[in-house]
């Protein structure tokens, strides 16, 4: 699942394990903790797979899916070249229907990079700024402004900072708080329209992200009206004033600076590709729409920082339960003693198991979505006259949705069959956790959510077709599934924004009904420690097994899902 983006980007944080004096997580961990244990290896020796949805299958495909050898599958990488590879031989292997590019499985998007290059300088009254460990910076073009007054823009934490005619021609540099929201940074760009550029005094995890080379979607279109060039990140804006940034008021004059930002654009090094295929209907009059089910193939590659697997695994859990989501989160004295605790009880029952760690398998995110579209690919080519659907099927495991959706987005802009034939998407993003040692998210209202031996959350299942939301509560009565389902997730106006965060909304934003299908959240969020030995993979095949009857329902219906709900726009904003 993509990250919750955090104003202008995903902050990165390492992770660190020291005991640490400051806030605790917003999720308190349960009162009892089990060791992060697991009676499954850490490999596993491929097996055949069966028509059938098990959880055998599904363990053989995720233990190779998210195996080291992948690298973390990171859109534009070898790993992820190999992970869409295995795809692709699947879906050849069950003879579905290629309906990619030029007769393949394969979509390619114009995946590219953004880099700093080398030679780039950043200079206050003469004096050289590091790039990396005192400044970053983000944006489209190269920005060369050999001789720049700077002046200090104010905190974006209140109303008190310089108006636009103050902050005309010059480098602006405000100061940005942990908490700065969404309306403070419209503000900073309202004011700084006819700046030279802006600088945010920024926490170090922005320098640590924005430091990194950025990847976007390539697709030709003019950057929106009034975007910014260029925007830069500083550790400390001390040596472009004469007094410390505290100490100043808005408008407070600096040092001359100095520019040269160089931003060099090259394609991925490897080819970022959806993988496409079609399993027809076995209706002449029906088989022409489709019922798309998806998933994402990557994941977020390699972390820079190399860390113990169990003491981390255990950190998270007591003190970010939420992984990714509370990842800024530091430990109190007392969690840091709960965390001290399971470490040495899991030392002394594991002796000689210490391992250090650096690969983001992507078990559950979203390893697990992609092994269970596969075994439903597998189920459904499996079906024979009457039981075979009526309607086509089209796979679609997207892309680049770790980087923004990107993948699914280039799909339904630049679709492979019609666009308007597509009559409803199933997606499936971590699909293999949700027992009650999870922290699977929160409600509206700041409420912890768990799970439980039935959960599921449904996220999107009505908000275009209150037809497809009742199906799905439908399949899961008759056949007998037993889920219960959890829609606090999808409440309007949460701040986790869920709706917008995988790839169903690209389908949705077109207005092709969606039910996005998921077990939630838990501190092995975009963390290394998302293996195949922790996925519950009967409650993977039990999921499975429902998004494939809800996919036949949909597809055997003597209608088309009602859509009843209004559209959104296509090329506006998500919120949910």
């Known amino acids: ?148 007054p700077v002046i200090y823009g104010g905190n974006l934490g209140d109303g008190n900072l310089v108006d636009s005619a103050q902050a005309a021609g010059k480098l602006v540099v405000f100061t940005l708080p942990e908490n700065a929201g969404r309306a403070a940074m419209a503000k900073a760009r309202g004011i700084a329209q006819g700046a030279a550029l802006v600088a945010l005094v920024a926490p170090p995890v922005y320098l640590e992200y924005f430091s990194r080379p950025a990847t976007f979607l390539d697709t030709g279109e003019a950057p929106p009206a009034g975007a910014p060039k260029a925007q830069l990140f500083l550790a400390s804006a001390d040596k472009l004033f004469d007094a410390p940034v505290a100490s100043l008021q808005p408008g407070a004059a600096g040092k001359t600076a100095a520019v040269d930002v160089k931003i060099v654009v090259a394609p991925v090094e490897h080819p970022a590709r959806n993988v496409v295929a079609i399993l027809p209907g076995s209706d002449p009059k029906l088989r022409g729409q489709y019922v798309a089910i998806g998933a994402h193939n990557d994941h977020v590659g390699i972390e820079r920082e190399v860390v113990d697997h169990d003491s981390l695994r255990i950190f998270n859990h007591i003190v970010r339960p939420g992984g990714a989501e509370n990842r800024n989160a530091e430990a109190t004295p007392e969690q840091q003693a709960q965390v001290n605790a399971l470490l040495a009880e899991y030392r002394a029952k594991h002796p000689g198991t210490q391992r250090a760690d650096s690969i983001a398998n992507g078990a559950d995110d979203d390893g697990s979505g992609t092994v269970a579209v596969l075994e439903i690919a597998e189920k459904l080519a499996s079906l024979k006259g009457k039981a075979a659907p009526k309607r086509s099927i089209l796979f679609v495991w997207h892309v680049g949705e770790e980087k923004g959706l990107l993948g699914s987005q280039w799909y339904t802009d630049h679709p492979t069959v019609e666009r308007d034939s597509i009559v409803a998407q199933l997606n499936m993003d971590m699909v293999g956790r949700g027992n009650a040692w999870d922290v699977t998210g929160e409600s509206k209202e700041g409420a912890v959510l768990r799970g439980g031996p039935n959960y599921l959350q449904l996220v999107g299942s009505r908000r275009l077709s209150t037809e497809l939301g009742d199906l799905v509560e439908q399949v899961n009565r008759d056949g007998k599934h037993g889920f219960v389902f959890d829609y606090a997730i999808d409440a309007n106006g949460h701040p986790q924004n869920i709706y917008c965060r995988s790839d169903h909304y690209e389908y949705a934003r077109y207005g092709i009904p969606v039910t996005f299908f998921t077990t939630g959240g838990h501190s092995d969020y975009h963390q290394v420690t998302d293996e195949p030995q922790y996925i519950d993979y009967d409650r993977m095949a039990r999921v499975s097994q429902l998004v494939e009857g809800v996919a036949l329902r949909v597809a055997n219906l003597d209608h088309r899902i009602v859509v009843d709900q209004p559209k959104p726009d296509p090329h506006g904003g998500c919120r949910q």
């Open 1 to 148: 699942m993509k990250r919750l983006l955090l104003l202008a980007a995903a902050a990165a944080a390492p992770a660190s394990l020291a005991a640490q004096a400051a806030q605790p997580a917003e999720a308190a961990a349960p009162a009892v903790v089990p060791a992060p244990d697991t009676k499954l290896p850490l490999k596993l020796a491929p097996r055949p797979t069966k028509p059938a949805i098990t959880a055998a299958d599904l363990m053989t495909r995720l233990y190779i899916y998210a195996d080291d050898s992948l690298q973390g599958r990171e859109a534009g990488t070898i790993g992820n070249v190999k992970a869409t590879d295995y795809l692709a031989r699947e879906m050849q292997r069950l003879g579905l229907k290629p309906a990619g590019e030029n007769g393949t499985y394969f979509q390619t998007i114009p995946l590219k990079t953004r880099a700093v290059d080398a030679a780039s300088s950043f200079t206050a009254g003469g004096t050289a700024l590091a790039f990396g460990s005192e400044w970053a910076v983000t944006g489209r073009e190269s920005v060369a402004l050999p001789s720049v």
